[in-house]
């Protein structure tokens, strides 16, 4: 990372639509405080590899970590268990149905090693109004006509910002992720951004590779 080692000024934001560059973030990969989650701003953080991050009872904190985990749509792993499941019928995928639904469960879902959620209140209503913008997008998985499954995030045309998935059954959110990397490799997208190292994701494809590389591609939006 570039800043290993370095303490950089913690860069505090106010009601500007403005960013310091990237390579200001930490060796963890915090770069801002503060600021707000108006639609503007969240839009102007994915666009330039940022996204929020925090905890109920902290600032607003930004994030640009060094490298930045990806996946790249058309090289998603399916298992031979995920292929019978994909040929089957056991579920239904859907898209931009049932976004509340998805980003209140996966706020509520479990996770290894993290007590509460990041998703607080402040969280979901910033991604519903960018739902209703057109921005923020959501893939469901149901079973029997129950929701058993699915993912939200931000959609940047050329780029899918993943946020978050959730699974009430197994294989649910496997499901939506894989359906979700191979709709996006036919429409031409380049990357599916999973933002930091997950091991659930790496299972799937996804890996890591530099920020300056992630950056790049980024913003080749449009060519």
């Known amino acids: 990372m570039e800043n290993q080692g370095k303490h950089l000024p913690l860069f505090f934001l106010d009601d500007r639509l403005v960013f310091p560059p990237v390579e200001n973030a930490n060796s963890e990969g915090l770069l801002a405080v503060g600021g707000d989650l108006s639609p503007e701003r969240l839009l102007l953080a994915y666009q330039n590899g940022i996204f929020p991050w925090f ?3 902290s600032l607003i904190l930004w994030w640009s970590p060094d490298p ?27 898209k931009n149905k049932s976004f509340d639904q998805v980003i209140e469960h996966c706020a509520l879902q479990k996770r290894k090693n993290q007590e509460g959620t990041w998703i607080t ?22 079973k029997d006509e129950e929701l058993v499954g ?9 780029i899918f910002c993943g946020e978050s998935m959730f699974s009430l059954v197994s294989n649910a959110s496997k499901y939506a992720f894989i359906k979700m990397a191979q709709e996006l490799h036919s429409k031409g997208y380049v990357l599916i951004d999973c933002q930091v190292h997950n091991e659930h994701l790496k299972s799937l494809g996804a890996k890591e590779i530099p920020r300056e590389q992630f950056i790049r591609i980024l913003k080749r939006r449009g060519k």
């Not at 985990?69 to 019928?89: A, Y």
Request: charged content about 35%.
């Open 55 to 57: 905890n109920d009872d």
């Open 121 to 142: 209140d402040k969280m979901m209503e910033a991604y519903k109004e960018l739902y209703r913008k057109g921005f923020a997008k959501s893939y469901e998985v149901w």
């Open 150 to 158: 699915g993912l939200y995030g931000v959609d940047l045309g050329h």
């Open 68 to 94: 930045r985990m990806v996946l790249f749509p058309e090289k998603v792993k399916i298992s031979k268990s995920m292929r019978k499941v994909l040929l089957g019928d056991q579920f239904k995928l859907t």
